[in-house]
């Protein structure tokens, strides 16, 4: 296992050589005021996760939500200075602790002060880059440059960022430390779920993914209000989407968890 480091004593990752560039310009979305998409998809790279910026609008200060892995680190932080400044990014918030999710953070924190936020049961897997655990070694192949955790969740943490009042939502399942946020909007008070993959995601035991913990969080899940979901993963070309009508869209997940859902990632992972 990996000695836990410092942020001081990581060097930047490399890139990966040979991978074509998916993107010609940069293209972040606006999906509300102070609410962008800065990576994932073809706006990152396909194998990354999806990354939530929100901006402050008065005062620039900002928050990302997963950083995306190195694959696509060029596009993110290209898409990032269309609509922030790097040095008032404050807190980076992953969702957990997987290599398409977070593992960009290792050159992020070379540009940033911004603190690294991560439920303290998915922070050892990043802290030690356990290739299993981070997914890093046996889904994608890659190393996972360790780099520490500032800032452990438990759940129910709030942050304020412009517009916006955050809360982290403790979901494990996928794996144990899977959290969403919770973001309300001030201006036309909506609630907006950003859910990483606490919702649809991979069921597999190397990463220590419980039906029985994930059948929970998504009950709980299902008792909350929000008007709209963001992707977590953009298929091949897709466009991303505020999208509406979340309690069915929560009700079919939980309803394909133990089903054709889960023998599909079987099939898959074993
Ligand atoms: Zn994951
Ligand atoms: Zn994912």
């Not at 310009?25 to 994932?40: D, K, T």
């Not at 990014?89 to 940033?112: M, N, P, Q, R, S």
Request: hydrophobic share 35%.
């Amino acid at each position: 296992m990996t000695a836990v480091v410092d942020r001081k004593s990581i060097s930047p990752l490399g890139h990966t050589p040979n991978q074509k560039k998916t993107f010609d310009r940069p293209h972040p979305v606006r999906l509300l005021p102070g609410l962008y998409q800065v990576g994932g998809g073809f706006y990152s790279h396909s194998r990354d996760a999806c990354s939530y910026l929100i901006v402050n609008e008065s005062n620039g200060e900002c928050i990302l939500i997963d950083s995306g892995s190195h694959s696509g680190y060029e596009a993110l932080r290209a898409n990032f200075d269309m609509v922030a400044d790097i040095k008032q990014l404050k807190l980076v918030i992953g969702t957990h602790c997987h290599w398409d999710h977070v593992e960009a953070f290792g050159h992020l924190c070379h540009e940033t002060t911004a603190k690294f936020a991560l439920h303290t049961l998915d922070a050892e897997a990043v802290r030690t880059g356990d290739p299993e655990l981070t997914c890093a070694g046996f889904l994608y192949n890659e190393p996972f440059h360790p780099f520490p955790v500032d800032l452990e969740l438990n759940g129910g943490e709030t942050y304020e960022m412009g517009d916006y009042r955050l809360e982290i939502l403790h979901l494990p399942g996928h794996t144990p430390g899977c959290i969403g946020v919770k973001l309300e909007f001030s201006r036309t008070n909506q609630v907006i779920f950003i859910p990483g993959d606490s919702v649809q995601g991979a069921f597999s035991k190397r990463i220590n993914s419980s039906m029985s913990t994930w059948k929970r969080s998504m009950r709980r899940l299902m008792l909350q209000k929000f008007d709209f979901m963001l992707p977590n993963h953009l298929p091949n070309g897709a466009q991303t989407a505020l999208l509406s009508d979340v309690d069915n869209r929560l009700a079919r997940q939980y309803s394909q968890l133990q089903t054709n859902f889960q023998s599909f990632m079987d099939k898959q992972w074993n």
